[in-house]
């Protein structure tokens, strides 16, 4: 069965770094997602993404974020300058359609230091 | 705004059936989900619901929606230790696209 594919499964970065989380998304998907979910709390929606622009945003996602799809198959979330609060399990998903069922990657745990 | 509540744990013996619920704020949500997290793993898709339905089974999955009370309900059939994870509810919000999620009920199975 297709999935949605993340790499790192985990990343540390030093505060004020710049990290970049990468996701491949289902092939015939249109749609796409991410999520975080800090330890204990949680998941939350940051932003979508269809037709190569952003659909909807949190207000989680300030101008420290921003989102990609440098080519057909990637789709990354960019943190300019991470704080020790950026900390978490960091989801993309992917749907066929905005209305249908989102399907989730396994995650990447960013850790901040 | 938008909310979504679950009951934290549940714990139940193997072979018991297992009931976790779930309520909503959203009147308007679209389809209501559940999924599954096992540990150090992702979210997977167990099984949705159109809120026009009040029933959904899927194999040992029974999915039962009052959209009067705003109550979605999970129902697993004879649980098997594997099924021990959390599981979350979540709606699609007046907004379309963002799934609103609870905290996660955690499902413990014992043998």
């Known amino acids: 069965e297709p999935e949605v594919t993340q790499t790192p499964s985990h990343q540390v970065t030093q505060m004020g770094q710049e990290v970049i989380l990468r996701c491949v998304p289902i092939?015939?998907?249109?749609?796409f997602y991410w999520y975080r979910q800090i330890l204990g709390q949680k998941v939350e929606f940051l932003v979508s993404?269809?037709?190569?622009?952003?659909?909807?945003k949190s207000e989680i996602f300030d101008d420290q974020f921003s989102v990609e799809r440098p080519d057909g198959s990637n789709f990354t979330l960019k943190i300019r300058s991470t704080k020790l609060e950026d900390s978490a399990m960091y989801f993309c998903?992917?749907?066929?359609?905005?209305?249908?069922?989102?399907?989730f990657g396994d995650g990447t745990r960013l850790s901040i230091l | 705004g938008e909310d979504v509540e679950q009951s934290l744990f549940l714990s139940v013996r193997e072979g018991d059936s297992s009931v976790i619920n779930c309520t909503y704020t959203?009147?308007?949500?679209?389809?209501l989900y559940w999924y599954k997290q096992e540990p150090g793993a992702g979210l997977q898709l167990l099984t949705y619901i159109f809120s026009n339905m009040d029933m959904k089974q899927d194999q040992r999955l029974t999915v039962l929606l009052n959209k009067k009370d705003k109550h979605l309900s999970l129902r697993i059939a004879d649980t098997q230790t594997g099924d021990s994870a959390i599981y979350f509810c979540a709606e699609s919000g007046q907004a379309g696209t963002a799934l609103i999620f609870g905290k996660g009920t955690t499902l413990s199975v014992s043998s």
């Open positions: 092939s015939n998907h249109l749609y």
């Open positions: 959203d009147s308007s949500s679209t389809y």
């Open positions: 993404f269809y037709n190569n622009e952003i659909s909807e």
């Open positions: 998903a992917s749907s066929v359609h905005e209305a249908q069922p989102q399907h």
